[in-house]
């Protein structure tokens, strides 16, 4: 046998070649276009996506009415699937599923029985645990398919047909909202309230080129499901509808709550659309642990069918529009909900579409299901009339025809040569019943006949005009209106709009209540803070092996200025500081400190201050207290130092000269205008060494004179100092008499 492939007709198999990137682009594109036009984009006319059509379709052709019983969801999506969608039916029932949810869809086009998810997140059960049916929405959208309103083509194995598009009664593409990811484009479309978007496209049928203000005008922005505050601006809403780009602002609905005695709460009552509570509540618990937000004290969920969010302020002086706009920054209460029109015009080209664009597709595509419906109507007639004729023919002849029927083998052409019959009349007439051979209903027939006729004249005169087509269009969207709009059981406007306040910048600790707290770090870091101001020298308990380092009075509003032996400033509240009652916790934990990087100095922060910064190798600067404010756990590096060298000093500038001391005992001094004032950096030298650096540095009044404490504790002072004034960077003379052996000054 030969190893060679054969073709059917015995020759050998055709071999083509192309070049690999034509063959991945051509692939790649038709993969592509098969994403964007039969899975993720919607139709402009129905807003549907294939999935949500199939669906629909099918539950029609299972008979799932309205007013009709449910069935198993298994069942609906295993007909999807077998007959018109061959996907995954998980796929298929997580869709339907989203059709039946109120809280994401504004005119739910399922009726569902059984558990099919809720706000907080939760997966529907099970489909062989729930049944679902059609609503009275999705039977609007699909109201004319049994007479030709739309094309239908073949499924995908070509057993079966399904309709390409819904004849849709009302503009459910915006009415609905939809969302989907494509290959290179994606759409993102929030939910309509129907009463305005039919009164847009009455306007629009009214004036073809009505501006953009005005159809804005009738649709003022979208009507989100779950309500919720809308905030954003006019020009930008006015700006999305007209690009078909843009993004609205959405806040949760609030309400201050009286508990009397002065005491009050923030109840919520509505949350921004496709926020999960579950995961909104969660996030602000973690706001209260973390303390980013102070002034709320605690987080409640009382929610039963409604939606009760409970938010209690830590003091009733708090100001609750502060304490919402804080909220509204830092969590899901507010999100904002971006608008890409990306969607599928005539079924095949996608384009982002303005809010105009996309009315004049459903009413063009409305008025071709007129036009189709119409003529199919007329067709209909026609062929009633024809047997009509036929049958007053026959009743004016009734003897003769039963004597044809009875006495001739062939009585069908006998009967249309005699009375000129055509042939669906004698065909009428032959399948005529007994019973209705009645001389009464020959009254009927003619009555029913001039019916007919003067409907047929209705339709052609219809057909023939197209005023009379828009007039008829706009009929059925006011009978579409009366049936879905705010008249009816959920058709009123759920969101509102208002201003969005602008909330200022507000310090922290404006938000904290002031209370006086004694800091307590440990040598190994431990940090805790104890309340009131308790005595400096007060004996407190330390783990074994540590001992105290920095104890000093504050207050919850302060925030402390840390720096490490590394050159780097680190920020902390002291609202955020551990209780006293036990030991307190790990500064590393709280800041990005290195576990090798001693800490040097730790200080409340003032605004205006200045700090005089040195390294253990005698360079210094001075630096504002304001660019040493760190923002992150990291810190913030304002000295910098290399290789051995440390920080080794940071204290308060206070005075006009600058006295320094050296590991070797020699001190200088010299005017505080010597050294420069940075933001960060090395700095300048401060004394010169042959052996060892600095020890340490301070600033003073000179008229003052420089002051010590001695071994006794006893504070002395040194007021002249002509000796020791040098120009910065010299090497200094010996310390005076009495100098401390550990070459410190005290503050």
Known sequence: MSDDLDDPLGGPAAETSEPLRRAIGERYLTYALSTIMHRALPDARDGLKPVHRRILYAMRELRLTSTGGFRKSAKISGDVMGNYHPHGDSAIYDAMARLAQDFNVRYPLVDGQGNFGNVDGDNPAASRYTEARLTAASEALMEGLNEDAVDFRDNY???????????????????????????????????????????????????????????????????????????????????????????????????????????????????????????????????????????????????????????????KNVDAD????????????????????????????????????????????????????????????????????????????????????????????????????????????????????????????????DELRAEREGLEALLASEDLQWGRIAEQLRETRKQFGKGSEGGARRSTFADAQIIEDVPLEAMIEREPITVVCSKMGWIRAMKGHIALDTALKFKDGDEGRFVFHAETTD????????????????????????????????????????????????????????????????????????????????????????????????????????????????????LPEMNKGKGVRLQKYKDGGLSDATTFTLEMGLSWLDPAGRRRVQTELDEWLAKRAGTGRMAPRGFPRDNRFTD
């Open 157 to 315: 194995d070509g057993t079966l047909t399904e309709p390409v598009v819904m004849p849709a009664a009302f503009p459910n593409l915006l009415a609905n909202g939809s969302s989907g990811i494509a290959v290179g484009m994606a759409t993102n479309i929030p939910p309509h309230n129907i009463e305005e978007l039919i009164g847009a496209c009455l306007h629009l049928i009214k004036y073809p080129d009505a501006r953009d203000e005005t159809l804005v005008d009738l649709v003022p922005g979208p009507d989100f499901p779950g309500g919720g505050v809308i905030v954003e601006t006019r020009e930008n809403i006015l700006e999305a509808y007209r690009t078909g780009r843009g993004a609205f602002r959405l806040r949760a609905r609030w309400e201050i709550e009286d508990l009397g005695r002065g005491q009050w709460q923030i109840v919520v009552t509505e949350i921004p659309y496709q926020v999960q509570k579950s995961r909104l509540i969660e996030k602000l618990a973690e706001l209260i642990q973390i303390k980013k937000i102070p002034i709320l004290g605690d987080v409640r969920d009382e929610s039963a069918e409604d939606i009760r969010l409970v938010l209690e302020p830590r003091s």
């Open 322 to 449: 502060l304490l919402m706009g804080m909220l509204f920054r830092n969590s899901d209460l507010e999100i904002r909900f971006s608008l890409n029109m990306n969607v599928l015009i005539d079924g095949r080209t996608p384009k982002v579409c303005s809010m105009k664009e996309v009315l004049r597709a459903f009413l063009d595509h409305r008025r071709e299901v007129l036009l189709r419906r119409s003529q199919y109507r007329l067709n209909r007639i026609d062929h009633r009339l024809e047997v009509l004729e036929g049958y007053i023919i026959a009743f004016l002849n009734l003897d003769r025809v039963i004597e044809i029927i009875r006495t001739e083998d062939e009585p069908k052409p006998v009967m249309m040569a005699e009375f000129e019959l055509t042939d669906v009349q004698a065909e009428a007439i032959l399948n005529m019943r007994l019973r209705s051979l009645r001389r009464l209903e020959e009254m009927e027939l003619r009555r029913e006949r």
């Open 559 to 674: 925030r402390l200025l840390i720096l490490g032996r590394n050159g780097r400033f680190y920020t902390l509240s002291a609202t955020t500081l551990p209780g006293g009652r036990g030991m307190g916790e790990p500064l590393r934990l709280m800041v990005d400190l290195p576990n090798e990087v001693e800490i040097l100095t730790m200080r409340i922060y003032r605004p205006g201050e200045r700090l005089l910064l040195a390294s253990s190798a005698g360079d210094g600067f001075i630096v504002p207290s304001d660019e040493v404010l760190a923002q992150t756990r990291g810190g913030k590096q304002v000295l910098t130092v290399r290789g051995d060298t440390v920080a080794q000093v940071c204290r308060v500038v206070r005075g006009n000269h600058v006295a320094a001391v050296g590991e070797n005992r020699k001190v200088i001094i010299f005017p505080i205008e010597e």
